[in-house]
């Protein structure tokens, strides 16, 4: 069940200067007046109200000093990946040159700082004096206790809510850590590793370090933006800085060797680059790495600047890319018969949690972000892990709070959740295999006791109609670059009634249409349209030939030719 509503509009806003229905696409995300579209780097935040960030500086100036190693220890994720990339890189055009990183193995490790990565760490030829900690660590307690016992600070960067314990960390730099004032709490952990090192590049010039100008760090807004669309995090103003900022600079040719590579095998113009592209070219490569093998590949293709080298990589992570869609058409293959034997979609639990012995441990986040996505409602996917323990990872509707809603579970049933964390949208989670029965009741009670029926009905807010006349590449193209888009500030989305001309199958599961406007069928206009993964078995369907259709108005690239194209967001035969 879909239920199409009008995205609401304030009264009034300030915007005269853009075309009437880019206008109420901007006032409906709250962009009421013209200097909300300035996205350049003058109006970013300081780094200065970050609680910690002063202390953390220090550690990294006593570190160069004294010439110790740094190990930055990343997580197996793209906002991992490229917040590891990115203090690497940063500290080494600092003039660093004991820099170093490790990335936990998910199979081998787990998430985060533990203490068996520490262990992994003291056994390093050149062994670190200081850790620091890049979108994790904010809840390894346990590993930053190890650390300092083994005589190695540790400098925590993450973007993660707390629990109720924080590490006893020399420093901890997280906007989301209590008493911190930095006003975007919505900052992903490359973010926050992009400030720390702001602070230490300003440091570093009061003490007068730099005998030449000091490097320019917007040079990697690139990993910036692809881990803040990748990560999912909210496009606030300060993000949507970033990402805009990161865009410009790959479509000037500004950017890794490693991006360049990885939009080439996908067959993408990195000079026609849009934020859709890091949640659906780049992330997911980089994050097959980290979901079926090892981050590290993903890391080194963000860190080198062979080209050759680059592209050998990405098409390694092209290459594994292909393997997880694979393992992941067969989970979700398994997790659809889960559902399908409920007799209707209302008898489903209000929390799903799923799991079967033989899911891939990597894949089972991307598992639950699809399944999610079909039956509108908290997911969580689990796979078998070791010593009688099984392994979840959980994705989100709006209105409920993964994080919390885990942390109320464990309060309720103490022991029954051997760890987790994570954010509103999205959580990880170890279970006892025993007690997953148990845990199903009380995910799914405290679900119930948070959502309504009408929450689970999933809502798509529309823009508008679209007048025939605005069916052109020049206002497909305004769009296009009018955001960036992303979570909490989505592409738009247009709805209006069309006949259908022309349906046939496309790549197995598509659905290829040609459509006439409904509403203005004298005008002859005729509109190619796409509908992916449909049910083959539903379509086509002769026997529909006008629909109410919700859309996004996108331009077609193929072969040299633009032309506008529909992509079907949601059809309802009328």
Known sequence: MVRVVQRPLPESWQLDCLHPALQRVYAARGVLSEDRLALNLAHLLPYHSLKGIDQAVQLLVDAMTHNQQILVVGDFDVDGATSTALVIRALRMMGFTQVDFLVPNRFDFGYGLTPELVGVACQLTNKPALIVTVDNGIASVDGVAAAQAAGIKVLVTDHHLPGDELPDAEAIVNPNQPGCRFPSKNACGCTV???????????????????????????????????????????????????????????????????????????????????????????????AAGRLDDMSIGIDCLLTDDPNLALDMAQQLDELNRDRKHIEAAMTADAQRFIDEFDAGDALPFGLALHHTDWHQGVIGILASRIKDKVHRPVIAFAD??????????????????????????????????????HAMAAGMTVRKDRLDEFRQAFDQVCREQLSEAQLTQTLEVDGQL???????????????????????????????????????????????VLAPDQHAS????????????DPAQWPNASCHRARIVFQLDINEYRGRRSIQLLVRHLTSQ
């Open 193 to 287: 590793a992009f400030y720390l090192m702001l602070a230490l590049r300003a440091r570093l010039n009061e003490i007068g370090y730099f005998t030449a100008k000091a490097p320019n760090l917007a040079d990697l807004l690139d990993l910036v933006a692809l881990a803040t669309v990748a990560d999912v995090v909210a496009l606030d103003y300060n993000n949507r800085i970033l990402v805009e900022q990161g865009l410009r600079r790959i479509r000037a040719g500004q950017t890794a060797v490693g991006i360049t590579a990885l939009m080439q095998v996908a067959g993408r113009n990195p000079q026609r680059a849009v934020s859709s592209d890091f949640g659906f070219i780049i992330g997911p490569r980089l994050n």
């Open 385 to 422: 892990g070791d010593d009688g323990l099984i392994k979840g990872s959980a994705r989100s509707i709006a209105g409920f709070h993964l994080r919390d809603a885990l942390d109320l579970v464990d309060k309720r049933a103490p022991g029954m959740l051997v760890k987790f964390g994570g």
């Open 523 to 534: 005008s002859g206009l005729m509109l190619d349209a796409i509908w992916f993964n449909i």
């Open 467 to 513: 007048d025939h006349t605005e069916f052109v590449l020049e206002f497909a193209e305004q769009l296009r670059h009018a955001g960036p888009w992303g979570q909490g500030f989505p592409e738009p989305l247009f709805e209006g009634v069309f006949q259908l001309a022309q349906q046939r199958i496309v790549g197995g599961r598509h659905l290829k249409l």
